[in-house]
């Protein structure tokens, strides 16, 4: 655990390293102002999904006691918090998005410059540096920006959710509460212990042989005329089939540690679902609460579940 920690600090130092120069730019300005919407309006869904477990329990609870008069009444707020949380959650995506292209852009505009500059594809080419620049310049870049993006999202809205649910968790039922930390400290200790570490290693040897391989089928093509000429088309051959032997081989123990982790998530997905009802089932026969406490309770703990 300790060594995830370590490795951890040094994921966000590189990230850290990575984005600084995107973030002090000439288009800081403009990059400011996207992150600060999206962080506000990821905080606004978050508040209207936490006021709609209030119109879902009543709704329930209308439902259970056959209360006609009103059970219609709770579903249009129900319905019409929903659409605004719904409306809400687009645009967080689309800001999400183009807040990814607009970074992209201006770090591959970045890179190419620096590429260009004073001959350092040159240089790069003849000390062999850094493998496949090229690769690193079109999909790196890509990738790095959306998951640091995407990581940021998530962090945060992780963050507010379990604010968000903490309290009327704790309202409804203190043993469910703290049933949400001891169950999200296992999930995540096992996911990561046996799934996580061996996933993300193999995921970053996937990373590289692909590369490796687009990169020999290029080399290939610039060295037609040489390969035709000499005759080299069983070695070409050869080694093309090697580099894909490769990927798949890889990419089965990929498939087999992933399919282990999703039995692990789907187990969860059923004991996660079934608990609220189990545990504040006692409350509800003593009628210390309402039927629709219930569906807010597992709503409420799903929710903290996920974030934690």
Do not use: C
Request: aromatic share 16%; hydrophobic share 45%.
């Amino acid at each position: 655990m300790k060594q995830l920690f370590i490795n951890t600090k040094e994921v966000f130092k590189k990230i850290h390293s990575l984005s600084y120069p995107f973030w002090v730019s000439e288009v800081k300005s403009k990059a400011f102002l996207l992150l600060g919407s999206l962080s506000t309006l990821m905080a606004i869904s978050t508040y209207i999904f936490y006021e709609h477990s209030h119109p879902y329990g009543k709704w329930q609870t209308d439902l259970q006691g056959r209360k006609t008069d009103v059970y219609y009444d709770s579903l249009k707020w129900l319905v019409i918090i929903a659409t605004i949380w719904l409306i809400s959650r687009v645009i967080l995506y689309f800001l999400k998005i183009y807040l990814s292209i607009f970074w992209r852009e201006w770090m591959t505009t970045f890179f190419i410059n620096k590429y260009f500059s004073n001959q350092s594809y040159y240089e790069l080419q003849q000390k062999r540096i850094i493998d496949n620049p090229d690769q690193r310049i079109s999909d790196d870049i890509k990738s790095f920006v959306e998951k640091t993006v995407g990581l940021y999202a998530d962090i945060l809205d992780s963050i507010f959710t379990s604010m968000s649910f903490f309290l009327l968790l704790y309202t409804i039922s203190k043993t469910l509460f703290y049933v949400s930390f001891g169950a999200s400290f296992f999930i995540v200790s096992l996911s990561i212990l046996v799934f996580g570490k061996r996933l993300a290693t193999l995921n970053v040897d996937q990373y590289k042989k692909e590369a490796n391989f687009r990169y020999n089928l290029m080399r290939i093509r610039e060295n037609a005329e040489s390969i035709a000429f000499y005759q080299g088309e069983d070695r070409e051959k050869k080694t093309s089939i090697s580099f894909l032997k490769f990927i798949i081989e890889n990419k089965m123990k990929i498939l087999k540690v992933s399919s282990g982790l999703m039995s692990l998530q789907l187990l969860i997905n059923f004991i996660v679902g079934a608990l609220p009802y189990i545990i504040v089932a006692e409350d509800y026969f003593q009628m210390k609460i309402e039927y629709g406490t219930i569906g807010q309770s597992s709503l409420a703990f799903g929710n903290i579940i996920g974030s934690l």
